[in-house]
């Protein structure tokens, strides 16, 4: 079935969504790379979370988690599928079932600096022994740093394995890398989630650029196909989650499939029936046989 209506409350923003049609594309995207790592893709859960936040993750019980925003932050499938490939990188590296092992690189150096704090204060170095037990924390965060970037560098070394295996190109993950260099030189808090939780560095992009620019197939490019269910799936979700935007965005002199599909979903949203049946109309007498057209008609009317 389609998006459900209840996109239209802010309370329910970082609610999963189903949505057979953007599913069945990012199947065609996924499940390549989970049979090459291994997995039987069938066994490999994929949460569509609704939430404009860039993010994703990889979390235990072979689950992958992909918001909205960072699909619709994706120029290509190639981008989309190199961040599936990282993200299946952390599930074969047993990641999410390891992370209690980030926890314990950040304490590791914390109760040091706190056990060199009490030390400096019971042999008469009151100052030192506050300034080191002051630090724990920042030492402890550095720990733990260390350790997710070292994750990092496996996960995108197997994630270019993946790809190759599958007949893809690793470019759309560095391209999708260097589209946020900038996010480096920002502070944890400014960053997008995804970032917080994936620390990227120009050195990590340039590794990953060396290694892959030597596969096989680095010029493989997407498909006609694969780049159109890709625009119409990124339609799909501006017309849900941005409707306002959507309509400004997808111009009416724009007579495209995936912007008047856009439009259609953003006219419903804002309550805009006639508009929206005018456009599914005109979509379905291009392709009569389009069951999700007739779902999102019935929607409308419903």
């Known amino acids: 079935a389609g998006l459900s209506a209840s996109w239209a409350a802010p309370a329910l923003a970082q609610s999963l969504i189903r949505d057979t049609e953007i599913e069945e594309t990012l199947r065609k995207d996924a499940d390549p790379i989970f049979k090459v790592a291994g997995f039987n893709p069938k066994d490999v859960r994929i949460l569509l979370v609704g939430d404009k936040e860039l993010n994703a993750f990889a979390t235990s019980g072979i689950q992958i988690g992909l918001n909205t925003g960072l699909i619709l932050q ?7 599928m190199g961040v599936i490939a990282h993200e299946t990188g952390h599930l074969a590296g047993g990641h999410p079932v390891r992370s209690g092992e980030m926890m314990k690189a950040g304490l590791k150096p914390m109760l040091l600096t706190m056990g060199l704090g009490i030390m400096a204060l019971l042999a008469g170095a ?17 720990g733990a740093l260390g350790y ?7 996960a995108d070394q197997a994630a270019v ?3 190759e295996n599958a007949g893809q190109s690793g470019r759309g993950l560095v391209e999708f890398f260097e589209n946020f260099r900038y996010q480096e030189v920002f502070s944890q808090a400014r960053r997008f989630p995804y970032f917080q939780s994936h620390p990227i560095s120009s050195e990590r992009i340039d590794m990953l650029r060396s290694r ?3 596969q096989p ?3 493989h490019v997407d498909s006609p196909e694969a780049l159109a269910e890709h625009e119409i799936m990124k339609a799909k979700l501006d017309g849900f989650i941005n409707p306002g935007q959507s309509l400004i965005k997808y111009k009416e002199t724009d007579k495209s499939f995936p912007a008047r599909y856009a439009r ?5 949203q804002t309550r805009e029936v006639t508009h929206a049946l005018r456009l599914v109309d005109g979509l379905l007498a291009e392709q009569p046989d389009n069951p999700y057209l007739w779902e999102l008609k019935g929607q409308i009317l419903f």
């Not at 994706?74 to 989309?80: A, C, G």
């Not at 009151?126 to 550095?142: C, H, K, R, T």
Request: net charge negative; aromatic share 14%.
């Open 264 to 268: 259609a979903i953003a006219y419903y």
């Open 148 to 154: 997710s970037r070292e994750q990092e560098g496996r």
């Open 212 to 214: 892959v620019d030597k």
């Open 161 to 163: 394995g993946f790809l």
């Open 126 to 142: 009151p100052d030192a022994g506050a300034a080191l037990i002051g630090s724990a924390n920042y030492f402890g965060e550095l």
């Open 74 to 80: 994706t120029e290509t499938p190639n981008e989309l």
């Open 217 to 219: 197939h680095y010029n």
